[in-house]
């Protein structure tokens, strides 16, 4: 403790040294955070893309719909340079589903296909159940040991406030039904990946593609799921199984984007955004309404000011998030821009609280944490002191390719409740913790993008090998 008093107290002088954060900057800052807490802007653009767009899946007319509102809310908010940049993406839409226990008594099951899954055959598929209690005890299971059988993965997801769960649990999801395959199941039901305890099933994304060969595969309800570990204990199951889905290998998506110009050096760039496509149930609200409306919101505050900040700052909604695209389309499109963008930061764990912010890698003993700690302390932020790792997916290939990027860490407590389901809705976001994050991203956005900050510099040299 005692140690990390000095490293405090020595970054504190040293920021006073190299004036970093001028005075005049640091005020600026505060005035934008305290204004956010009360500004409306994001609980406003949250309510009209829910309202007025709903569900927006990659292919859907409602995403076509999504993306004249996005240009025009870019517009009406005062962003500048406004860009519909186009890109190939495959889609995918959902048909008729359900799904029963037959044996050893009927039972309706809820389940909802994973995206992208393969549809069954239309009389649906009826086979004898192989459960597994985790995702590792399926992997143990041999090859060909499940010919003719629906595999069945009931491993519940643990809540965190980091999210740390989903990773975890999230793999029955993500490469369960092409592991089931291989040994030889003809369909996957998995215990859905959530945090409730709701009969309301949770989507996402599987693995998909012509390279794949993967199984029809849905999510279940927790409490069916339950039932169904409890059943298996005393005998037999069977289940019936029918999804239907058709998919566009030639459709399109967009990253839309706006700026507020920087005042001095504006082809000088922070990215930020959040993503514009959700799943086809509930109304996208905390995946990703409220993102992409903190980031917007959060920059048009600064726009707002007498005088904008030296460097430009970019807001992109990001046009295929959920089952990817959206990154890799941005990074081709701004390949030769990519060294003038000096920092990238997503907003995508729905709209609850910020408790931490993590800075680029070699960032925590330069004055910027500093200023930034005393910055965000009234919002009750802390400064990581684990650098950035991961700051959103569609901004993974702008980190591949070397920009820094920050983390603005919400608490994901409740986000898994909801995320990918009828549920994610407006009326789970609470105004307040909205506006507590736009306050961050507003402030903290606003004093690198007035700063000559070169986050790139402070890379520490990696590490010698241990012997
Ligand atoms: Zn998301
Ligand atoms: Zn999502």
Known sequence: MLMYRRLLAASATLALISGVAHAQDTKTAEGLRDKALLDRTAWEITEDLTTSIGPRIVGSPAMERAKGWGEAKLKALGFTNIKVEQFAKSSWTRGEESAWLVGPYPLKLNIVGLGRTLPTPAEGIEADVALFRTYAEMMAAPEGSLKGKIAVITQPMVRAQDGYGYGVAGVSRRAGPAEAAKRGAVALLIRSVSTSDSTVPHTGVTGFGPDVVTIPAAAMGVPEAEQLERLAKKGPLRIKLKLASTTDANDVAWNISGEIKGSEKPDEVIVIGGHLDSWDVGTGALDDATGVAITTAAA??????????????????????????????????????????????????????????????GAQKHPIATTAGNLLAPLKIFVNRDPSAHGGSDIEGLEAAGVPSIELEQDASRYFDYHHTMDDTLNKVRPDELAQNVAAWASFIYLVADSDIDFRAMKPASAPAAH
């Open 300 to 361: 048009k505050l600064i726009g707002e000011l007498p005088k904008h900040p030296k460097r430009s700052i970019r807001v992109v909604m990001f046009g295929s998030e959920e089952s990817g695209g959206s990154s890799e389309a941005y990074v081709e499109a701004h390949k030769a821009e990519l060294p003038k963008i000096v920092l990238a930061g997503e907003s995508d764990t729905g709209a609850d609280r910020i408790y931490s912010l993590k800075l680029p890698a």
